[in-house]
């Protein structure tokens, strides 16, 4: 199947969507109040874990002080946003501003609970890398994780584009692939279909490409990619460029690098959207304009190994990261297209690659 022209109708991808990605998810505790008195809190959200940490340390009690704005923080993932929203309604949202990554935006914002960001209400916007920007403000990208190829130099050699992994030979049953379930396994069937089919959306093509390099492990998560790598059952794996230095600190396994292929990154993105039915709005603007300052991006950076999204943002000299103009070589999908045949790709996946 090749994925056609975005022009399908939209209940028709979002009855797939929904079948292939809401799952059964637990409501969030949040309440869906039906007025909101002026002493409420902001409601946004964050992951748990390190995420968390770092909102609430070193991100929330400056945006307070600052702005006079408190502030209610909601921890869950994509699926758990997605389920609570659909049960409040576009117009009585439990949220104002939602982070996610735009897997799940593109849904919602096909479903109507979003709407674009006024730019004069939000000026740190007109500082952004162009890969951060949506068109007609209809979103924007607050923090990006970009992935390359993460290695063990004393397994492999260095890769230098995804290709390789087809055609380095040390390679072969030493390499690790996301499950598709997880926006990086994806990403990695839109890749393939790209660099070897001229078109991202070759998906039953790609299957078959990646289908050739089995025998090889699949990971759900960031952390268990890494423990493959770090027990030396995986020597090469699409990683963020984060997971060197988290590899490093456990002082455990071979020694690893991190590469840019020559073909481009894809990232983990965190997309901030303002909820059309949100009742503080005006708070919401001044919250995603903190996050994108120079500033707190270079907050960002130090404390969670982002890609800083400002272009005024300062870079420590010791970050390895991705920066500055290799901010381009970031390659960016339309995922309200690749969501249409999700339920395909899920199951041909798990067909091929048992």
Known sequence: MKINDRKQPQSTGRRKVLKGMAGTTALSTLGFPAIVSASAPLVVNSYGGA???FIRS?????????????????????????????AAGPENPPYDVLMT???????????????????????????LYPVARYKDNIAVIGMLSP????????????????????????????????????????????????????????????????????????????GTM???LIRG?????????????????????GPVEVVAPKEGMFCWEQVFNVLKGSKKKEEGYQ????????????KFVVGLSQAPVNKKAQVPADFQGIHGERMNEIVMWDWATANSVRDHVIERWNKEMR
């Open 51 to 53: 995420f968390e940490k």
């Open 58 to 86: 070193e991100i929330i009690p400056d945006f307070e002080s600052s702005t006079g704005i408190k502030t209610k923080l909601d921890i869950n993932l994509g699926k758990g946003w997605l389920t609570t929203l659909r």
């Open 101 to 127: 990554n735009e897997t799940w935006a593109s849904v919602e914002r096909g479903e109507g609970f979003f709407e674009a960001i006024p730019e004069d209400k939000v000026p740190n916007m007109a500082d």
């Open 147 to 222: 992935l390359g190829l993460l290695y063990r130099t004393d397994m492999v050699p260095e890769p230098k584009s995804w290709e390789d992994l087809w055609t380095v030979p040390e390679y072969r049953g030493k390499t690790g692939l996301y499950t598709v379930t997880n926006s990086a396994g994806y990403m990695t069937i839109l890749m393939t279909a790209r660099n070897w089919f001229g078109s991202e959306y070759e998906v039953d093509k790609a299957i078959d490409k990646l289908k050739e390099l089995k025998p090889f492990l699949q990971a759900d998560f960031g």
């Open 226 to 228: 890494e423990k493959y």
């Open 233 to 253: 059952e995986v020597a090469i794996a699409p990683a963020d460029f984060a997971a060197k230095g988290r590899m490093i600190s456990k002082g455990i396994g």
């Open 287 to 298: 919250w995603i304009n903190y996050i994108l300052d120079p500033d707190v991006q270079a």
